[in-house]
């Protein structure tokens, strides 16, 4: 009975092996890689800042990005003031950007707001090559476009930079944050890029050429927009890059009730994402031998890093007295 426990145990544990070698993988392989030459500046940006009744900070961003190192004449901030109650339009046109008015009962979000912003970018007289998505919230290193555009010279249409914490010491939860995204945002994008693969979606700092929009639509309109329309490039076979050398800051929440209130938002979109993507995705890269939608099968399917660790820590917990009453033959703590 007790052996027939602990292999039980030993086959439960054998995902969570499963899950920490692919982490330590990806860790192994995250050297940074030098970027390519961006060469000089030609390319023309659409820089498009989703907004929601962001009337306190949303003159600083624009500033901020108004301040890039490229040339004015070959981008603009595009703000789209998103059924918006306050005077986030008009302080944006103050700061200088260019300002879209939406406004929709029923289609609400993020999502809604840049398949809103790309159409118009499509569409206008600007002929801008790309678009970038940049948080309302947020502040970027200067040579964002510049790394944008290395990437798109050297054949992606998908770039993402790095994704990091502008609030490090408001509180002990972004610092904690911080830790979390430089081993989610950095380690791992470095390696899959260093892998040939997709380094995902994170939200802010993306970057998409309007070529890759046409043969993909931005059609993602859940909570995490950002990792569905992911999986919808991958299985278009399209990777997205990661310009690890430029940086967009977000500020991260630092209450106890506005983060679980996020996290909640966050777990439950993907948790859908999980149910509807994980194993056609896995099914998909097996049977096709195809890297691209096993790595993003795998992002998919490995649960956040605390739960990795308190899976790993449970298993050595278990498997311990099944060590002992075994005589040291124990299968559940050779996998644990």
């Known amino acids: 009975m007790i052996r027939l426990l602990d292999l039980a145990l030993a086959a439960a544990l054998l995902p969570v092996l499963a899950t920490a070698g692919y982490l330590g993988f990806l860790a192994l392989m995250s050297r940074r890689t030098a970027p390519p030459p961006a060469g000089p500046p030609r390319l023309k940006f659409d820089i498009v800042v989703p907004s929601h009744n962001e009337e306190p900070g949303i003159g600083r961003t624009v500033q901020d990005l108004l301040a890039l190192k490229w040339p004015r004449e070959l981008f603009r901030v595009l703000v789209v003031a998103d059924n918006c109650t306050d005077q986030t339009a008009d302080r944006a046109r103050e700061a200088g950007a260019t300002v879209l008015v939406r406004e929709h009962k029923e289609l609400r979000g993020k999502g809604y707001a840049l398949a809103y912003a790309f159409e118009h970018s499509a569409k206008d007289a600007f002929a801008a090559g790309a678009v ?50 430089g081993m989610f945002h950095v380690l791992r994008s470095q390696a899959r890029e260093r892998l040939g693969v997709s380094c995902g979606l994170r939200g802010n700092g993306m970057c998409f050429t309007h070529q890759l929009l046409k ?11 950002d990792l ?5 490039l991958g299985q278009a076979g399209h990777r997205v890059f990661y310009a690890g050398e430029a940086h967009v800051y977000g500020e991260m929440v630092s209450t106890e009730k506005a983060s679980r209130s996020q996290r909640r938002r966050w777990e439950d979109g993907r948790k859908q994402i999980v149910r509807t993507h994980g194993r056609p995705l896995l099914k998909a890269g097996l049977a096709k031998r ?9 992002d998919v399917l490995v649960p956040p890093l605390s739960t990795v660790a308190g899976l790993v820590t449970g298993g050595l917990l278990a498997s311990a007295p099944l060590l002992w009453v075994l005589g040291g033959s124990s299968a559940s703590a050779a996998v644990a």
């Open 290 to 298: 195809d890297g691209l939608s096993l790595d993003l099968a795998m």
């Open 215 to 225: 043969a993909v639509p931005h059609d993602a309109f859940s909570v995490v927009e």
């Open 132 to 181: 970038v998505v940049v948080d309302a919230d947020t502040t970027v290193s200067g040579n964002l476009l510049e790394a944008f555009q290395a990437r798109i010279q050297a054949g992606g249409g998908a770039i993402q930079a790095d994704y990091a914490v502008q609030n490090p010491e408001a509180s002990w939860r972004t610092r904690l944050i911080r830790i979390a995204l």
């Open 228 to 232: 569905e329309y992911g999986i919808r």
